[in-house]
């Protein structure tokens, strides 16, 4: 199986910030990695799939980058709608693994 | 619009069973593979199972498999999830998932969620 490591699990940061998050798989995985996003009692929602492609309706401030077993999350400015809890997912292979997730928190 | 609808959850001794539904709409169901995703309290996602669009092919998380079987009826379009041998560490909400189009297939929608609780 693979393996999804996330890096840090929890961020604490202010309105404004450029934040990163990074995901790490144990295998080459191409560019089959998804973000998604999640606030406290709500349902996850995807931000970016193939690694670097924006979901339709998702602001611009979030991007994705990388390919093969490293990347990473981008926010560029930090907005109060976005303190949440980032997962990435690979989609490389079954089963499906999601790394542990990332808490953006207010500083 | 995409609606995921499950339905089934509840609270059930260690050693018994539960069967999810999960009624969708706003897609051709056939069309799609088809996943369930679990979130124990306080805890991440986990990936516990997907279907193809035929129902020809089932995956399993290995913490689940042997115990749960996956299936789908494209007349009614509606997905379940038979969960056997349920475990304290099975307790969670259970998210019937929508697969993207393609050959490789992330999640683009989810349902509301269900919550299992196993517990004596």
């Known amino acids: 199986d693979i393996q999804m490591t996330q890096s840090p699990s929890t961020l604490s940061e202010s309105v404004g910030d450029r934040v990163t998050i990074t995901c790490r798989a144990s295998?080459?995985?191409?560019?089959?990695l998804a973000w998604y996003q999640q606030k406290p009692g709500k349902v996850p929602k995807l931000l970016i799939y193939k690694a670097s492609s924006l979901e339709s309706g998702v602001p611009s401030r979030f991007s994705g980058s990388g390919s093969g077993t490293e990347f990473t999350l981008t926010i560029s400015s930090l907005q109060p709608d976005d303190f949440a809890t980032y997962y990435c997912q690979q989609y490389n292979s079954y089963p499906l693994t999601f790394g542990g997730g990332t808490k953006v928190e207010i500083k | 619009e995409v609606q995921l609808l499950e339905s089934g959850g509840g609270l059930e001794q260690p050693g018994g069973s539960l069967r999810l539904s999960c009624v969708v709409s706003g897609f051709t169901f056939t069309s799609y593979d088809m996943s369930w995703v679990r979130q124990a309290p306080g805890k991440g996602l986990e990936w516990v199972s997907a279907i193809s669009a035929s129902g020809g092919g089932t995956y399993f998380a290995a913490s689940v498999k042997g115990r749960f079987t996956i299936s789908r009826d494209n007349s009614k379009n509606t997905l379940y999830l038979q969960m056997n041998s349920l475990r304290a560490e099975d307790t969670a909400i259970y998210y019937c998932?929508?697969?993207?189009?393609?050959?490789?297939?992330?999640?683009?929608?989810w349902g509301q969620g269900t919550l299992v609780t196993v517990s004596s």
């Open positions: 295998q080459s995985i191409s560019s089959w």
């Open positions: 998932a929508k697969q993207s189009a393609g050959n490789h297939y992330y999640i683009d929608y």
